[in-house]
Each structure stands twice: as C-alpha cells, then as structure tokens.
C-alpha cells in the first residue's frame, strides 16, 4: 500500500505507538474485508490472526522460517483468489515485518523527526509489538465472530441457534435481529476495548464499524437503520424486550469465554428486572 500522504501527528498529541498502529492498521483492514463476502472475510480475517502471532514470533527470533511460513500462506490465497486477491494485497501486509520502518511508513513520525531520532530511540520494543499484535487480533476474532454469526448453520434442524444453545422455545427469541446483532457489537467493543459510541468514540464511526461486521452495506448515515438504533444501544429495546434480547446474546460470549462481557451482560440484566413493574418482574426472577 502506498504510503499515506496525511500529516503524521504532532509530538502533543502522539498516543502509545502499540495504540496508533492498531487505529491506522485496524482502519485499514476494516476498509478491506468490507469489501470481501463473509466466508471469505472469515478465511482473510483468520489469515490475518495467524499472521499477527507470527509477527510477534519473527520480532522475538527474527527466524527467516517465521516469515517464510506467513509468506506461503499468502500466496496460496493469492492463488485461490486470483484478481479479487487485489484489495487485500494493496494493504501490503508483508511491510508490517519491517519493524525499523514501520512507525515511519504508518505515519507515526514525520520524516524529519524520524531522521533525527538518534540509534534505538524510535525503536518498538517486545512491550509494543505484543500490545499492537494482541489488539490486532482481538479486533479481528470480532470479525470472525460476527460472519459466522451471518452463516447459516451446518446442519439440518427447525431449531434456532438460540434454541440450539439453550433449548429455549419462545418464538420472540429466535430471530437473530439487528438490534440483537448491534447490542451484541456494543458488549464486545466495551468489554474487549472499552469502547462506547458516548466515549471517546462517535456513534458514526461505530455505525460504520457495525455495518461491516454485520455484512450490511452503507450508503450514508441518514439511511443507515443501524445509525438510528445504535444512538440509543443499550436500550434501544425497553423492559422485558431488552432482558430477552440480552439473555439471547449471552450464550454466544459464553460460548467463546468472554468473561467481561458476561459480567456486563448480567448486570445490565439484573439492573432492567429491577426496573420492571412488579407483576412482569417475577417471570424473570
């Protein structure tokens, strides 16, 4: 990918080097798989994961082999791909091993702060790389997470995938909606990156983040349903809707172990039963 032409940030306002390569690069992927259907976002999405672990490991042995192994990977997909490869290939991943350049390259310095660094002062440490490749891939285990979520199930039944996971019967609760699919997106991004479209995030830029993981295109803001309802995600749904809604996501965190986002899952639960009128609160108890 050709080097960006916007101004690389000023020393006041420069965040954790691990911090604004996963903002640069993330941004970048996103930009990519969206462009991508979704069992090829999740085979691209699970290339990538494997690739930031092998950028740790080549950062700590610098083993020719380490490398070797992403690089033949990636051309096998080349060869699947063929043409539609192109978008993905112009992220030119395989600069991301070119540690001594890389903070250069994505902007970090601007040329003339970077050729007046003295010998290892803008150098990444282990300390930054793991930070940066942990980031990394837990935004894209989101990805993967979410496109299977869009699958439909390999095997033959009339049962819901909720239904399957915790043999409920309600017909309210087998639909996969969008506002289950946006609540589910909100639970993720604070628990694993605290992350909230009311913090240091704007509710567009989450809106956009949504419609990829979500597979659901974009046009403008304007038009977008999942604008609309993330401005009031978590309580888009009200009462016993909300409480339906977050007992049929939870499963899913369970199932992957995410634990932060269980505990704020069942808090946000236990805080709607309480707000219930005492004669619909004792069907939830």
């Not at 640069?24 to 976002?41: A, H, P, R």
Request: charged residues 35%; glycine residues 4%; contains cysteine.
């Amino acid at each position: 990918m050709a080097k960006s032409s916007k101004q690389s940030i000023s020393n006041e306002t420069k965040p954790r080097k691990a911090v604004y390569l996963s903002m640069v690069i993330g941004k970048e992927i996103d930009n990519v798989l969206m462009k991508y259907n979704g069992e090829q976002k999740i085979e691209i999405a699970e290339h990538l994961i494997k690739t930031f672990d092998e950028l740790l490991e080549y950062f700590k042995s610098k083993e020719e082999g380490v490398y070797q192994r992403y690089a033949n990977r990636e051309k096998d997909l080349l060869k699947k791909y063929g043409k539609a490869f192109k978008s993905y290939a112009d992220l030119s991943i395989y600069k991301l091993f070119d540690f001594d350049m890389l903070l250069a390259e994505k902007d970090y310095y601007a040329s003339k702060e970077f050729n007046s660094l003295k010998s290892g002062e803008g150098d990444l440490s282990e300390k930054d790389i793991k930070e940066w490749c942990d980031s990394m891939k837990r935004m894209l285990y989101g990805v993967v997470h979410f496109a299977y979520l869009e699958k439909e199930p390999e095997f033959e039944t009339t049962l819901s995938t909720k239904e399957q996971l915790t043999g409920a019967k309600d017909e309210d609760d087998k639909e996969i909606t969008e506002a289950r699919q946006l609540l589910a997106i909100y639970f993720l991004l604070k628990s694993g990156f605290n992350t909230e479209h009311r913090g240091t995030n704007s509710v567009s830029e989450v809106t956009r983040f949504a419609h990829l993981l979500t597979g659901t295109k974009f046009t403008t803001l304007q038009k977008s349903s999942i604008y609309k309802k993330y401005q009031l995600i978590p309580n888009y749904n009200k009462e016993e809707y909300l409480i339906k809604d977050l007992r049929f996501i939870r499963p899913y965190f369970e199932a992957l172990n995410i634990q932060k986002a269980i505990e704020l899952i069942d808090k946000e639960i236990e805080v709607s039963i309480k707000e219930l009128p005492l004669s619909k609160r004792k069907s939830f108890l």
